[in-house]
């Protein structure tokens, strides 16, 4: 099948039910998108579909068929993808980074669809997880990049409160662990799956 990303188009060989973030990786090699938790939930795989922000973790290569997607490494050519970059530079955003490319993803959906998003619209779109807790600095560039005179620094976390369990370990970070434990079984299934049937189609 043809697909179209970054405006390039593509004949993909992966089977039309393998998830569009292994034909970006593996079969296009554009690293730039990453794999977080493999069940849609931590948003470090974002792509931009039709300008809308999608979790290619799930999304199957088959749904793409007619539909532009743009990644990481075309964002710096669209205008306001470039501002969003330079944003998170100019606030030093990134700590390990490696969610990063599904923020940036989905701030700039946000500022294609809102050019001056409230603190509530900011919220509701920017709710990727980031294991380094980079939150605040994302809500500062945010407030620079719609002209708010909100205070990000004193800007609460994007994440719902959560209730402590025993000993004060937070749930939701339990819960994200375990989810991306899961993922990570989900990946290594899929992929000796793929093996597998590879192997049969060689002898």
């Known amino acids: 099948m043809e697909l179209q990303i970054n405006d390039k188009t593509y004949q993909i060989t992966s089977d ?10 593996d079969e296009l090699g554009m690293t730039g998108t990453k794999y977080g938790c493999g069940l849609a939930q931590c948003g470090a795989c974002s792509v931009l579909v039709d300008g809308e ?6 999304m199957p290569v088959g749904a793409m068929a007619g539909r ?14 470039k501002q969003v970059v330079d944003a998170w530079v100019k606030h030093q955003v990134p700590q390990c980074g490696y969610c990063q ?20 619209q900011i919220a509701a779109a920017m709710v990727n997880l980031c294991r380094c807790g980079t939150y605040n600095a994302i809500k500062a560039a945010m407030h620079d990049l719609s002209g708010s005179k909100g205070a990000p620094a004193a800007a609460a976390s994007t994440l719902p409160a959560a209730p402590s369990g025993p000993a004060g370990v937070n ?5 994200a662990a375990a989810v991306a434990g899961i993922g990570a079984v989900a990946a290594i299934q ?5 093996k597998a049937k590879a192997g049969k189609e060689q002898a």
Do not use: F, N, Y
């Open 68 to 81: 532009k997607v743009s990644t990481i490494e075309a964002v710096s050519a669209d205008p306001v993808g």
């Open 16 to 25: 039309a039910e393998t998830p569009l973030l292994w034909v970006i990786r």
């Open 190 to 194: 899929w992929s000796r799956t793929q």
């Open 171 to 175: 749930q939701t970070t339990v819960a």
């Open 53 to 58: 922000v999608l979790r290619s973790c799930v």
């Open 101 to 120: 490319s599904g923020q940036v993803m989905a701030a700039t959906a946000l500022l294609k669809q809102v050019a001056q998003p409230s603190d509530e």
